[in-house]
């Protein structure tokens, strides 16, 4: 088992065919969470894009070796995208966690959304999840349905939360959880309203998290008012089942929110926004304290083109990011201050955003 748990997940599916005992021992969860702690981290990100080549825009993930990001990052678009695209239907990524990928689909006839797990390293797929009706018009901006996907390491389930909120101006928010082999979505919470920025929540130390606005706004009448610094985090604990609120960073600038979004970087938590022509991050090195916030980031951006950040590199010195308007990859070296590096890639490619990924034996479905 020492021996084996070292190996790589394509050697070991191979290996599975040796004996019974082997393809026993390798299917076995001791042996899958054994390899998912030995296994390389940071080695590898989950790459999504929409490509507007097609007709119909579609949504591509692949799986990218960071090494390649680094020494030639245009070759992950033009090279990797159609030999290692690992789903083959239009679906949306909520998130990923120990190599696990939450993808949702949604039906606009029956107004129906539904999610599953696929593992791109085995390449199995669970079972489509219970549907949830979900209409878009029965909420009102700025109270929207919230989603996002985790990893609960006490009671070992991988989780898919959904915030019903303010649905038909109830003025409430319920929280409805899925476990994958679960036969309905479990209610679990139920709190005020929250008017929110982000959709898509950002897992962080068995936590999910959204930016939102105060609560101040709850009319919606306010909004065109509200500073950077005024914004808060909406917190949901996948083992506690609660929510709590926490503040953005102290010297977060008194301007207008302009693409402010929640990252993971490092399995920390970020925030990003443009403040003038500068692009700030944030980090927040322990997730409990809150004065853990550091300023990671202030890259002068002077056309005020759309950044996004996709990797951090080990020692936080260089940070890859991608700008959709011009259609290139940037590195850039955070401690000198400077650009180390650009290359172009193709322009129909948008919306760039990456994952942590670690390849794993980890089953999209319960034993």
Known sequence: ????????????????????????????????????QRSSKNTHILLTFHD??????????????????????????????HKYRPFDRNYSILGVCNGLVCLGDYNCEFKEYWVRFGNPATRIMSKNSPHVRLNPDHYNYPYMFMIGFGYDDWSDTYQVVFLDNNRKNSQKLDVRVYCS???????????????????????????????????SCSDGKQLGTVKMSELEIFSYHLKKETCSYFSVPDGTSEVLPFLPALV?????????????????????????????????LNLYNPICDDLEIL?????????VLANTNKGEFILYNIREKRIDGRQKYNKFKMNLFSYDYVQSLVLPYRN
């Not at 507007?52 to 990052?73: E, G, H, M, S």
């Not at 929110?196 to 962080?204: A, E, F, Q």
């Not at 990797?311 to 940070?319: H, R």
Request: with cysteine; aromatic share 10%.
């Open 181 to 215: 082999g679960d036969k309905c979505w479990r209610k679990t919470f139920t709190c005020d309203a929250v008017p929110t920025l982000t959709g898509l929540g950002t897992c962080v130390s068995g936590t999910l998290n959204w930016l939102v606005f105060p609560k």
């Open 52 to 81: 507007y080549f097609y007709t119909k825009r579609r949504n591509f993930a692949i799986v990218c070796p960071v090494q390649d990001l680094l020494d030639n990052p245009n070759s992950t678009l033009e090279t990797l995208s």
């Open 264 to 296: 993971t970087l490092k399995g920390c938590l970020g925030l990003s926004h443009i403040n003038g022509h500068y692009l700030v991050v944030w980090l927040k090195r322990e997730f409990s304290d809150e004065k853990s916030w550091s300023k990671l």
């Open 1 to 36: 088992m020492e021996i084996l748990c070292r190996l790589s997940v394509k050697d070991l599916l191979r290996l599975k065919r040796v004996s019974k005992g082997w393809n026993h021992l390798i299917s076995d969860s001791t042996f899958v969470k054994l390899h998912l």
């Open 311 to 319: 990797y951090m590199c080990e020692n936080d010195n260089v940070v």
